[in-house]
């Protein structure tokens, strides 16, 4: 110990300053330094579950949108089949149209022909009866003597009989 103290270290203080030391060591240890640990882990455990639930988040956001792809793909063939079935039903409609719009001009062509007709046997009829008139007119002129209304009518309607 003379050695030492030679050199001007005191032992006792030296043991103390040890003991100091080692205490002070073990009290930073037990008070500061595990629980700086204690709290590092617990961050780092954080950190780690954080990640998890970003990856996990991640992943669901990648399988909403698989989902949500396969829905939108699914309306627009929807969609592309709704256009599709009113483009056949206009067609459908467009034909319908045209049809009822033929069979309406055949039957305004068929019923002017119908009336065309009868205007034609009208008027065939009352120049044939113009005629048997004149006829009459004429006979009476040339024979001289005139037939009475009733015995006229007779012979008119007996004309117009034998020519139709």
Do not use: C, W
Request: proline share 1%.
């Amino acid at each position: 110990m003379e050695a030492l103290v030679s050199l001007g270290i005191n032992g006792p203080f030296l043991l103390t300053y040890i003991v100091h030391f080692l205490l002070l060591v073990f009290l930073l240890h037990r008070f500061v330094y595990r629980p700086v640990l204690n709290m590092l882990a617990e961050r780092r455990r954080r950190i780690e579950e954080g990640l998890k639930a970003a990856e996990l988040a991640r992943e669901e956001a990648a399988r909403q949108r698989a989902e949500l792809e396969k829905q939108l793909e699914e309306e627009r063939r929807r969609a592309q089949e709704r256009v599709a079935a009113a483009t056949r039903q206009a067609e459908q409609l467009r034909e319908q149209i045209l049809a009822e719009a033929r069979a309406e001009a055949e039957r305004i062509l068929a019923e002017a022909r119908e009336q065309a007709q009868q205007e034609r046997e009208r008027i065939l009829h009352d120049a044939r009866r113009q005629i048997a008139e004149l006829s009459l007119l004429v006979a009476q002129k040339v024979v001289g003597e005139s037939l009475d209304e009733q015995k006229q009518h007779q012979i008119i309607e007996r004309f117009l009989a034998s020519e139709l």
